[in-house]
């Protein structure tokens, strides 16, 4: 029995991302990656049964005792983010598949194999879903560590970040209700639906842009349930979607100091489960999309065009 234990800790010290036995060398980004990761859609969740054993087993690290999740259950925290790259790159993972710097997965400590989870850095409001295929980061205070894709969406490659991490259960895989967060990369447009409330956008700055589309109505801050204005119709660009208002403004702010020619364009739409950072409104899909390949490349985001209708 001891000799099987020992066996397991050799092989989760092996495969698991920041081990205590690391390969040589040092970790990083590649000289030239991939052009298109911005693009890279977030993990789809499906419904994975978990592992029994394996991956699974309590295990040790370093000196310390780590007990895995046995069950579906929920699980939040927060801490620091990590990410891992060309060192770990193409080698094995503690689940025994081949690690993908450049796919939309993560190292946790004791999240079940495989998981799936949300990732929200706070500092910037963007948020990413990833599949927990790995084991670590075994360094204190660091609660995830992310692919290079995950960590570059997320604006933490520069080094540790603070982040919200929530596993998603099989119950919110199977009723969809993971999906009251940011939609996936590659989402396409949303279908008409009926209009949201708007919240005070951004003053427009001194100078604006010439060529700017008029300012979306503005309503006071009135709960969702009882507001009856309706945003003006055209082509909007989402800039992100936040489950507390303060982080839909907050990064409004952020957005509007850095492009100022976007500042009155800007505005916070509120639903009963989230609250959405749009700009617009745009009176074709190829102006919106004109405009959010800019922001793409200027803020290293990635929008999405959406069309409201009256």
Not at 155 to 168: D, Q, S, T, Y
Not at 283 to 291: C, H, K, N, T
Request: with cysteine; aromatic share 6%.
């Amino acid at each position: 029995m001891a000799s099987a234990m020992a066996a397991v800790v050799l092989l989760l010290t092996a495969c698991a991302s920041g081990p205590g036995k690391a390969p040589a060398g040092r970790d990083g980004a590649e000289a030239k990656p991939p052009s298109g990761l911005a693009q890279v859609p977030d993990a789809e969740p499906k419904v994975e049964p978990i592992r029994k054993g394996g991956p699974n087993k309590p295990y040790e690290v370093l000196g310390q005792d780590y007990s895995p999740m046995d069950g579906d259950a929920s699980f939040t925290e927060r801490g620091l983010a990590s990410w891992y790259g060309k060192k770990f790159h193409g080698r094995r993972t503690a689940s025994g598949e081949t690690y993908n710097m450049y796919a939309m997965t993560a190292a946790h400590k004791t999240m079940p194999i495989p998981s799936y989870a949300r990732v929200r850095n706070p500092k910037n409001g963007r948020e990413v879903i990833v599949r927990v295929n790995d084991r670590g980061p075994f360094h204190k205070g660091r609660v995830i560590d992310l692919s290079y894709t995950a960590a570059m969406k997320l604006g933490v490659l520069n080094g540790v970040a603070p982040v919200e991490v929530e596993r998603i259960t099989h119950e919110q895989i199977r009723t969809g209700a993971w999906r009251r967060g940011n939609p996936p990369a590659d989402a396409p447009a949303e279908p008409a639906a009926p209009a949201a409330p708007v919240v005070a956008a951004a003053p427009p700055p001194a100078d604006p842009a010439p060529a700017a589309a008029p300012l979306p109505a503005m309503v006071p801050d009135t709960p969702p349930a009882r507001a009856d204005t309706s945003a003006a119709q055209g082509f909007w660009i989402q800039l992100g979607a936040f489950r507390q208002r303060d982080g839909a403004e907050q990064f409004q702010r952020r957005v509007s100091s850095e492009l100022d020619w976007l500042a009155p364009l800007l505005a916070v739409f509120s639903e009963p489960s989230m609250y959405r950072l749009q700009a617009g409104p745009y009176p074709s899909r190829a102006e919106a999309q004109g405009a959010a390949e800019r922001i793409r490349t200027l803020l290293q985001l990635v929008p999405v065009v959406v069309e409201k209708r009256r």
